[in-house]
């Protein structure tokens, strides 16, 4: 990978090899991919290098991805919604900082103010648009990859000790790349690179049982969200200009009895019909709704989600918030607010 130079490689290794505690997050509502890399980041520094480190979110979807942190684990994963102070704790005590799957400490939302307040040195290892380089030490940031797990593959396959060879990877490490790739790319049906396949062969060829993998990810909800998901689609609008959105209320996720997580991958269905061409979700969320845009080749769900929800991503998978307050002014209008935003964004 282009961005892994031999320079920057030597860097982290030192970084890494100097380093007594070192801490690890992502970005808000970690999905597979953000469990995934920091999952697979400390295994290698906990069983490889040896170091004492700490995974710190602010919260993560309730989706497939839990499967990831099995119970012998949770010590070392700590979530600032339902344990705050010892979040802060860790993030103050570091003396290394590695953030995985965002372009900036913003999206860590409520961990933000403390990673700003730390001097200890920090990377950046992602996959996102508009990496806020100033914030680091080491950037590593590759847009034209499938997710941050693989960037990180390809960076622990660059480290001395691995040195190439996937099967000196941590199993779980490797469970964990495994997933977050699948995850991000929606099991291989986008951003899928000559590189994805390659790292997925690898995996496959060290032993990762991708059959489990999937089954964990894909074949484990509740009947809930299938029911939700039925709801969804039945009152599903589409627009003449070829945009689709659903909304879930409060009330409706009351209904269901689901969780926020549980409506991961909901955004992706509306791309289904031939005329859609960009697809808008919905969630209420407390004073806010939390906005996911998923679009086709030619449509940018970056610049949508940017433009009208304060929010980005990627170029064809992105995501924001329209707060009640500031963008409407009930819970009613959001759809006027939502059809006017498609209406402008692509007529223009
Ligand atoms: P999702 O729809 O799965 O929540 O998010 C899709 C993509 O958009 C992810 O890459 C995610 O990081 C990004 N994204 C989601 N919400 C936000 C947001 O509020 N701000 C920014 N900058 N990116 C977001
Ligand atoms: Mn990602």
Redesign the pocket.
């Known amino acids: 990978m282009a961005v892994i130079t031999e320079e920057k490689i030597q860097r982290f290794n030192h970084l890494v090899e100097k380093a007594e505690k070192i801490v690890i997050s992502a ?3 970690a ?1 597979g ?2 469990v995934g890399s920091t999952s697979a980041l400390f295994h290698y520094l906990t069983e490889v290098r040896g170091k004492s480190t700490s995974v710190v979110l602010a919260d993560r ?1 309730a989706g497939g991805s839990s499967f990831l942190i099995p119970e012998d684990d949770k010590n070392h994963f700590t979530f600032y919604w339902n344990n705050p102070g010892e979040a802060a704790r860790i993030i103050a005590g570091a003396d290394l900082v590695i953030l995985l ?4 400490f ?2 860590t939302e409520d961990l933000c103010e403390f990673f700003t307040e730390s001097y200890a040195p920090k990377v950046l290892i992602d996959h ?1 648009l508009d990496p806020q380089e100033n914030e680091f030490e080491l950037v590593f940031s590759q847009t034209d990859t499938s997710s941050a797990s693989e960037l990180l593959f390809y960076l622990l396959m660059a480290m001395p000790d691995i040195a190439g060879d996937a099967r000196k990877l941590p199993r779980q490490s490797g469970i964990a790349l495994m997933t977050g790739m699948t995850t ?1 790319t929606n099991n291989f049906s986008n951003s899928v690179y000559p590189s994805t396949l390659e790292m997925a062969s690898l995996l496959l060829a060290a032993g990762v049982d991708r059959d489990a993998i999937l089954s964990d990810i894909y074949q484990n909800y509740r009947e809930n969200r299938l029911r939700a998901m039925g709801f969804l689609l039945s009152k599903m609008t589409i627009t003449p200009e070829g945009a689709a959105y659903m909304i879930l209320t409060r009330k409706n996720m009351i209904t269901f009895d689901i969780a926020e997580g549980e409506t ?1 991958g909901f ?1 992706n269905l509306p791309l289904a019909v031939k005329n859609v061409r960009m697809s808008v ?1 919905l969630r209420q969320d407390n004073g806010f709704f ?5 679009s086709k080749k030619g449509t940018s ?2 610049r949508f ?2 433009t009208y ?6 170029e064809n ?5 329209l707060f009640f307050s500031d963008d409407i002014s009930s819970v009613k209008d959001v759809v006027s607010y939502l059809e006017n935003a498609l209406n402008e964004f692509l007529h223009e």
């Open positions: 970005h808000v509502h999905d991919d953000a979807d799957d965002c372009n900036s913003s999206r996102h991000d991961e955004v979700f939390r906005v996911s845009v998923r769900a970056q989600a940017a929800f304060n929010g980005g991503g990627h998978a992105a995501g924001g918030k």
